[in-house]
C-alpha cells in the first residue's frame, strides 16, 4: 500500500473537479474548499454535482477526501457578528461535506483578538461543541502559526480544546509549517516527542506537509515548496520518520504552478520521502 499523499486542489467550476485535478496530480488523497475560501456564502451542491464527485472519488479510489472551512471564519471571537456568521459557515460546511461524503473537515480556529487567550478557547470549544455531531465525518483542528492573539498555535491549548468538545468526531490536523513558525523545531526528535506529550499523536488524522519560508518561531504563515524552505528534506525525513506520521494522510499547501509538472513533482518527492519513513505498512 502506498503512502497517502495528496495535496490542495481547486473545486473551481464544480466540486466533481476537484477530483479530476487530484488524480491529474498524481494524488491518493486530497484537500479542496467547497465554496471560496475568501467569502461568507457557501453555495448549494447540486445533486448532479454531488452524484458526480461520490461516483468519481468512487472510481479513483482516493481516501481520504479533506475539506478545508473557508478563511474568514473565527470561532475565537469576541465580535457577535463575527462568530455568529463563523458558527453559521461551519454548519454550513458540514452540511456539504455531508452531502458528497467527505471524511474530514479542516479548519483554523481564529483569533481572541486581544481579549484574552482563555475566553478565546471557551468560545472555540463552544461553536465546535454546538455542530460537530452533525458531521458524518471528523471536524480536525488546525495548529496555528503564532501570529498574535492567535488561538491554538500552542499545542496545549491545542489540546484543551479538543478535550472541551470531548467528541470523537473532533481530532487534529498539523501544519508543519504552523508549528515551526510556532516555535517547534520539528526538524529534531526531542521536539517531535514534545509535540506527541502536548497532543496525542494518535488523534491527527491529517498532516499538512508545508515548508516554511522564514525561520522558526517567526510567527508568519508563508509556505514554501518541499525542501526549499527553513524546515528542509532533511527535517520532513525526521517528521515523517517519527512514529505513525508517514503513514497519515499528507496534504501539501505549498505554491506551485498548477499548469505544469510542478504538482505531479512534488507529490512524488513527498511519497518517496513517506515511502522510506515507513508511509503505507
Request: neutral net charge; contains cysteine.
Amino acid at each position: 500500500m502506498q503512502p497517502l499523499v495528496g495535496m490542495a486542489v481547486s473545486s473551481a467550476g464544480s466540486i466533481d473537479q476537484s477530483v479530476d485535478r487530484a488524480e491529474g496530480f498524481g494524488c491518493n488523497t486530497f484537500q479542496t474548499f467547497v465554496s471560496s475560501p475568501m467569502v461568507w456564502k457557501v453555495n448549494e451542491i447540486g445533486k448532479e454535482a454531488a452524484a458526480a464527485f461520490i461516483e468519481k472519488r468512487k472510481s479513483s479510489g482516493i481516501v481520504p477526501v479533506v475539506i478545508h472551512m473557508p478563511y474568514l471564519a473565527n470561532f475565537a471571537s469576541p465580535e457577535k457578528a463575527i462568530y455568529e456568521k463563523s458558527k453559521e459557515a461551519l454548519r454550513l460546511n458540514i452540511d456539504r461535506c455531508n452531502t458528497i461524503g467527505a471524511d474530514y473537515l479542516v479548519m483554523h480556529l481564529g483569533s481572541d483578538m486581544g481579549q484574552g487567550k482563555e475566553a478565546g478557547i471557551e468560545r472555540v470549544i463552544s461553536a465546535i461543541s454546538e455542530h460537530v455531531d452533525k458531521t458524518e465525518g471528523k471536524l480536525l483542528l488546525e495548529n496555528q502559526a503564532g501570529n498574535k492573539n492567535s488561538v491554538g498555535s500552542d499545542l496545549k491549548d491545542l489540546h484543551t480544546i479538543f478535550e472541551g468538545i470531548g467528541s470523537k468526531k473532533a481530532g487534529y490536523c498539523i501544519d508543519t509549517c504552523h508549528a515551526f513558525a510556532a516555535g517547534y523545531d520539528m526538524r529534531k526528535k526531542e521536539v517531535m516527542e514534545q509535540m506527541a506529550r502536548e497532543i496525542d499523536f494518535g488523534k491527527v488524522d491529517v498532516v499538512h506537509v508545508n515548508d516554511s519560508k522564514f525561520d522558526l518561531g517567526s510567527a508568519r504563515d508563508r509556505h514554501a515548496r518541499l525542501g526549499t524552505g527553513h524546515i528542509g528534506i532533511e527535517g520532513f525525513k525526521t517528521i515523517l520518520g517519527f512514529g505513525s506520521m508517514a503513514r497519515k494522510p499528507l496534504i501539501l499547501e505549498t505554491p506551485t504552478q498548477r499548469d505544469s509538472d510542478e504538482p505531479i513533482d512534488e507529490v512524488r518527492k513527498l511519497r518517496e520521502i513517506a515511502s522510506r519513513a515507513g508511509g503505507g505498512k
